[in-house]
């Protein structure tokens, strides 16, 4: 009897997982399959905390199979051996997965797979996940085509049996992939973990999340922090926006706060779909400017000692180098800190997007790349479309810490810097004996320079002919804004959000 091959990737449930109903209806017996792929880890924006997190997934993901009567098997080797040995051994006529809108490497991955599959005979059936649509014509009416598959039934499956006798491999450590260390202080993985996070936020910690989504300190509590698990699939976005869907029916009209924060919830997974169909549609904006105009612009091998600083949290800007030691410890950051550490690398330290983006990358536990490279290449004013973001990292500090006590958790040496002075210790007189560095470089200044470099650029023939490609390619339509027309508190929001994001809704 054949068999069919159920590969798991980022999708690491077995709820509204359409690749299990898909499996389950064909009625053959089913390979629960997961592939360690060394070569994905040996990339750039791989780093052990998202393999931390990708392990915890899959032992919740096995005891979850497990209940259903499936085995999870796990293999190391490239996704092509393995198949193909699974295929000779096991009779397998069938390979079933999720699209994936992965980086460059999973993407040429892709690409041998399916020629993998023509030469065998496999019928691969990669279906969608998400709203992101595969071999999208053009961005019209995609917004409403995203909502009605959002608001469609979530996937249950049928009866499945076991394809027997197929041995499974350990889980290798992360060290035997060339990983270092974990983020100590990381979130935990597995969709259990997801689920708790969900309910509580929908009901207890969402409360105050449009105001108090950018504080560095209460953002960690009142945001939703389910980024991780809608990256490795512990839960799906669908599920996500039902669960908030059913909380807005629960709080409307309640005027506490919850109505506003739950559609501004909302808002953001139609964003995660939003960025997700962009690198969808163009795999290339991983490492070329989405606008050619600011190719070259800065240079193309980064001042090293710049980035370093940026790194490790030693520009000698407090606000700064407090988030670059929270991300490196936590592996998370809001929205509006991620922005502006972004922004502070590509316009007052002139570093090229694609080797901060990259170490960014590494650090977010989150990372999901049809997000982050869209979003990298925004707040580095490369697209040529979007509102140019140069946050002052100072004003940020005194704005979202007004306490001081994110920056002197994470910057000790300040200790004895007064309230005042703290995110511009260098005016303080006994700046001279801190065990901290001087600025590296003056912000005013550095803004300034960098503003009408970027702004040169626009001015350069031929600029707005590209940028309006770049808008018809990539640009949400009306059809967005005509959704929430419907709904005034959502228009409301819906324009204030998408300027404090920098684009034009
Ligand atoms: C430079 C930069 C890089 C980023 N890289 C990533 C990344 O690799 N992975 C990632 O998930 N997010 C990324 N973001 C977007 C955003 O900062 C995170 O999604 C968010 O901070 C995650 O925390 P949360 O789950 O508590 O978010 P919430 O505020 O609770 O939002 C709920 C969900 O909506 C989605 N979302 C939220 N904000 C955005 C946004 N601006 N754009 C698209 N989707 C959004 C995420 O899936 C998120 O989990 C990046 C932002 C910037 C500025």
Known sequence: MTGTILWFKRDLRVADHPALARAALIGAPVLPLYIVEPGLWAQSDADARHYGFLRESLVDLKDRLDRIGLALVIRVGEAVTVLEDLRARHAITRLISHEETGNGWTYARDRAMAAWARGQGVVWEDLPQSGVVRRLRGRDGWAAARDRVMAGPVAVPGRVTMLADVASSALPGAAALGLGADAPQRQRGGRAAGLARLDTFLTERGQDYRRAMSSPLQGATACSRLSPHLAFGTISAREAEQAAARRAVQVRGTGDGWPGSVQSFRARLAWRDHFMQKLEDEPALEWRCLHPAYEGLRPAIPDAARLAAWQKGETGLPFVDACMRSLAATGWLNFRMRSMVMAVASYHLW??????????????????????????????????????????????????????AFTRAWVPELAAVPDVLLQEPWRWDGAGGLPYPAPIVDVKQAAAWARDRVWAVRQGDGFRAQAAQVVRKHASRKDAKGRFRRDPVAVKQAKKDSRQMGFDF
């Not at 946050?391 to 940020?396: I, L, M």
């Open 351 to 404: 570093l090229d997007w694609r080797a901060t983006g990259a170490h960014l990358a590494r650090m977010f536990t989150d990372y999901e790349p049809g997000i982050h490279w869209s979003q990298v290449q925004m707040q580095s004013g490369t697209t040529g479309i979007n509102t140019l973001r140069i946050y002052n990292p100072v004003k940020q500090g005194m704005d979202q810490d007004p306490t001081g």
